[in-house]
Antibody
Framework: EVQLVESGGGLVKPGGSLRLSCAAS????????MNWVRQAPGKGLEWVSS????????NYADSVKGRFTISRDNAKNSVDLQMNSLRAEDTAVYYC????????????WGQGTLVTVSS | EIVLTQSPGTLSLSPGERATLSCRAS???????LAWYQQKPGQAPRLLIY???SRGTGTPDRFSGSGSGTDFTLTISSLEPEDFAVYYC?????????FGQGTKVEVK
């Protein structure tokens, strides 16, 4: 069974940093592109970042470029999102999602972790 | 960036009725790389349709997708109680991948 479990969310002050992690199981992790998608309270979905299976392809939404860094560890079946210079508008539930390639749909999603940026 | 516009914003229907949801793109979606997701309150999105018309694993056959280019449709042939939720379309052929703003299907 495919499982994606996010962790690391919490309350952080504007300008602060947070590191999210997603632990994957139930599939050959290195064969899949992993993604972060976020959802602000009461709002729609926004793709944040993607990393290909071998980390050769990494991409970011313009809204987070230069502030967020995605990375993965295929030995540990995990993908992280390092978030720096956080702003109030980064407040959201962050979902980890699996895609079969860099231009593919997300077939499995984690349950999400809430990040709140507030003073 | 491809902007996806979903309509209507809210659809008020009764169980057993047919639901038709629209997703219009600001430019052509390459190779029909269009997906539909269902999201219930407090839950993660769930894949329903990919490639505009292919059902995901476990998607009931009352859900169908159609369209190409800039106009796409999700149809629920006969609403079941568990189908009342928010539905999002997403294009994944161009970067950045973008989502529509969602259509809420609510009980009339």
């Amino acid at each position: 069974e495919v499982q994606l479990v996010e962790s690391g969310g919490g309350l952080v002050k504007p300008g602060g940093s947070l590191r999210l992690s997603c632990a994957a199981s139930g599939f050959t992790f290195s064969s899949y592109t992993m993604n972060w998608v976020r959802q602000a309270p009461g709002k729609g979905l926004e793709w944040v970042s993607s990393v290909s299976g071998g980390s050769s392809y990494i991409n970011y939404a313009d809204s987070v470029k230069g502030r967020f860094t995605i990375s993965r560890d295929n030995a540990k079946n995990s993908v992280d999102l390092q978030m720096n210079s956080l702003r109030a508008e980064d407040t959201a539930v962050y979902y980890c999602a699996r895609t079969g390639c860099t231009s593919c749909y997300a077939d499995y999603w984690g349950q999400g972790t809430l990040v709140t940026v507030s003073s | 960036e491809i902007v996806l516009t979903q309509s209507p914003g809210t659809l008020s229907l009764s169980p057993g009725e047919r639901a038709t949801l629209s997703c219009r793109a600001s430019q052509s979606v390459s190779s029909s790389y269009l997906a539909w997701y269902q999201q219930k309150p407090g839950q993660a999105p769930r894949l329903l349709i990919y490639g505009a018309s292919s059902r995901g694993t476990g998607t009931p056959d009352r859900f169908s997708g159609s369209g190409s280019g800039t106009d796409f449709t999700l149809t629920i042939s006969s609403l079941e109680p568990e189908d009342f939720a928010v539905y999002y379309c997403q294009q994944y052929g161009s970067s950045p991948r973008t989502f529509g703003q969602g259509t809420k299907v609510e009980v009339k």
